[in-house]
């Protein structure tokens, strides 16, 4: 097992990827390494917003590895490790936001955000930093319609350490996989039967534009294929935008 084989805790940092993509930089990181904090003070989410932060209610974890940057998809492979965790442990209805939201009830539960990063020895890097509402009790009021936690659809509070490691081993068994030369390919099957954005009506927003279309088809690239009013079909990429559905948030 080489994720989480060396773990970096902290009680406080401001934003795990941060200090990973950090020990990448300076060389200390090794692939597989992993940070972990009680509590983020600027904890970052997709497309410059930010991670809200209840200090050890929630994890926040971010795991380094060498791969190309070529791999866009591993993103959308390791919300498939963070669902297949959650759903183990509380055994909830969980399912995928495109790319790689967990979703319940209409409300995000987990959410992860991947950096690519050049490590000092000259190497590829992506850093996935993964923050899950675990015990939260409450969301910032901008939040309440949109995240949820574990804890706040089950009354049952979990163990962060534990789902931390399960967490590890979930991503270990996929990292050794890809490792081993298996593409997008092998897990596209896995990964749409979890994803509630397939066939579904959505708006999606790229550089402030908003374009209403149907989504179709996820690629092996694990772009967004989705068909436009007059018939056109289009890639899009996880990098540069996101999905609203036509009734809210993500319906
Ligand atoms: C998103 O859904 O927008 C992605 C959220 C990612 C949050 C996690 S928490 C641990 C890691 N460190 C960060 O600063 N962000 C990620």
Not at 2 to 12: A, R
Not at 164 to 191: R, T, V, W
């Amino acid at each position: 097992m080489l994720i989480g084989k060396n773990v970096s805790y902290f009680t406080e940092l401001n934003s795990t990827n941060d200090y990973a993509k950090k020990m990448i930089l300076n060389g200390s990181a090794q692939s597989g390494d992993v940070v972990i904090a009680n509590s983020q003070t600027a904890g970052k989410g997709r497309l410059g917003r930010s991670w809200a932060d209840e200090p050890g209610a929630g994890l926040y974890t971010s795991v380094m590895i060498k791969l190309s940057p070529k791999n866009t998809w591993v993103t959308l492979v390791f919300g498939l490790a963070a669902l297949n965790t959650i759903k183990k442990a509380t055994g909830l209805p969980l399912m995928l936001k495109w790319p790689n939201d967990i979703i319940l009830n209409n409300k995000k539960v987990c959410g992860i955000l991947a950096e690519g990063c050049k490590h000092l020895d000259g190497s590829d890097y992506f850093v996935i930093g993964v923050g899950i509402n675990v015990n939260n009790k409450a969301f910032p009021e901008e939040l309440e319609d949109k995240a949820t936690s574990t804890f706040l659809e089950t009354g049952e509070s979990y163990s962060v350490t534990k789902l931390a490691k399960h967490l590890y081993h979930e991503m270990d068994y996929y990292y050794e996989k890809i490792q081993n030369g298996e593409g997008f390919a092998s897990f596209i099957e896995q990964y749409k039967s979890n994803c509630l954005t397939l066939n579904k009506d959505v708006t999606v927003i790229q550089n402030k534009e908003s374009v209403s279309c149907r989504v179709v088809d996820i690629s092996e690239a694990g772009e967004l294929i989705v068909k436009l009013d007059n018939g056109e079909k289009m890639a899009i990429s996880s990098g540069e935008a996101s999905v609203r559905g036509v009734l809210g948030y993500l319906q």
